[in-house]
């Protein structure tokens, strides 16, 4: 699979990961070096940005092979017209070990149009590294 050539990455492109802010980088810079180059998200918030890079890209392989196996669906069905309107992060924070494993917390809005309906997702998503590899377990909710 090739990437589009992207200015500016899906996720917003930020050097700095966190507010959107810094030097902005261009696809390939960015979440592509995870999503085609194989290299390893450094922890989770990289890897939070980079799945939300392939949600956009509706890369299912890369999406699959970053969810924690006990969680991990056999398939993605991607929203037919999806068009990603931006991901804003809130909040990323080291959450100890468990189970001889690091885990993170990442929180974010992600913001996306589908068939002409804006929808705003704000969830609280669960990460564990696993043998140097950062995986996605699950998500709470915080939509009120
Ligand atoms: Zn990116």
């Not at 068939?115 to 996605?136: D, I, M, P, T």
Request: hydrophobic residues 45%; contains cysteine.
């Amino acid at each position: 699979m090739t990437l589009p050539a992207l200015n500016v990455c899906p996720c917003g492109g930020a050097s700095t990961a966190m507010k959107g802010k810094g030097v902005v980088l261009a696809l390939a810079d960015c979440c592509g070096r995870f999503i085609e180059q194989g290299q390893l998200p450094p922890d989770a918030l990289y890897l939070m940005r980079s799945r939300y890079t392939a949600f956009v890209l509706e890369n299912e392989a890369y999406l699959l092979r970053t969810w924690q196996a006990a969680f991990r669906p056999s398939s993605l069905a991607f929203e037919a017209g999806a068009k990603w309107l931006g991901l804003e992060i809130k909040d990323f924070v080291q959450t100890g070990v468990k189970e001889g494993h690091q885990t993170a917390e990442v929180e974010f809005v992600a913001r996306v149009r589908v068939a002409g309906k804006a929808n705003r997702l704000h969830e609280r998503s669960l990460f564990v590294c696993e043998e140097g590899q950062w995986q996605y377990t699950t998500a709470v909710n915080m939509a009120s």
